[in-house]
């Protein structure tokens, strides 16, 4: 079955600590996404991708950092300069192809700082 | 101002209402449209593109205006299933990206 994979889906951090957040596809989308969200908030984009070995800052750039080494794989690191890490984050891909495509996401991950 | 901006609600009906949600963009560029449906804790879902002749499917209608740059949902004869979060999602040509406002609570009750 194609689809879009995120883990872990529960994460808990020690301040301090750096964490990588894992997005794998099976889709073949050339564009991926991560996505923060809080609690009764929308989704703020952190990183996107449109093609392999080049990425973007999103609106939340600040404190994470990304790869794309590899089409179908989009890790997402949480570093310590991320004063507020706790959130659910979403991976998203899409087909770049047309504008109107669809967006699939991962069942997103929850990140807990202890 | 934000690039993507939706009346929270939460919009509380009862079952067999009709309900409509706006949503204004603040990008003029912005190029496709569309409205994701989020049920609590789990991701967003696709619910329908937006195009700008409108367009229907089932018991859900999207509308677009370029000019007063806002797209709206209708929702006709409310389930308990249709109680969720939904989230007005625009993409510019520029960027390339998707950008998510906030969302409108929907309760439908019984």
């Known amino acids: 079955d194609g689809g879009i994979t995120q883990s872990p889906k529960y994460l808990f951090r020690k301040e301090g600590q750096n964490v990588t957040l894992s997005c794998e596809q099976n889709?073949?989308?050339?564009?991926m996404y991560w996505y923060r969200q809080d609690p009764g908030q929308g989704l703020r984009l952190i990183y996107y991708?449109?093609?392999?070995?080049?990425?973007q800052k999103g609106d939340i750039a600040e404190g994470y950092s990304v790869s794309r080494e590899k089409k179908e794989s989009f890790p997402l690191t949480v570093t310590s300069a991320q004063k507020n890490p706790t959130a659910f984050y979403l991976c998203?891909?899409?087909?770049?192809?047309?504008?109107?495509?669809?967006?699939?996401f991962g069942q997103g991950t929850r990140l807990t700082v202890v | 101002r934000k690039e993507v901006e939706q009346d929270p609600g939460p919009f509380n009906v009862p079952e067999g209402a009709t309900v409509a949600f706006n949503c204004t963009y603040s990008?003029?560029?912005?190029?496709?449209f569309f409205w994701y449906r989020q049920d609590c804790r789990k991701e967003p879902k696709l619910l329908m593109s937006?195009?700008?002749s409108g367009n229907e499917d089932g018991r859900f209608t999207a509308q677009l205006n370029r000019a007063s740059q806002y797209i709206s949902l209708l929702i006709r004869d409310s389930k308990l299933s249709d109680s969720a979060t939904y989230l007005c999602?625009?993409?510019?040509?520029?960027?390339?990206?998707?950008?998510f406002g906030s969302g409108t609570r929907l309760q439908v009750q019984p």
């Open positions: 998203a891909s899409q087909d770049r192809g047309t504008m109107n495509t669809e967006a699939f």
């Open positions: 990008n003029s560029a912005s190029q496709s």
């Open positions: 937006v195009y700008s």
């Open positions: 999602v625009v993409k510019d040509t520029g960027r390339r990206a998707l950008t």
């Open positions: 991708s449109q093609i392999v070995n080049d990425f």
């Open positions: 889709l073949n989308h050339d564009a």
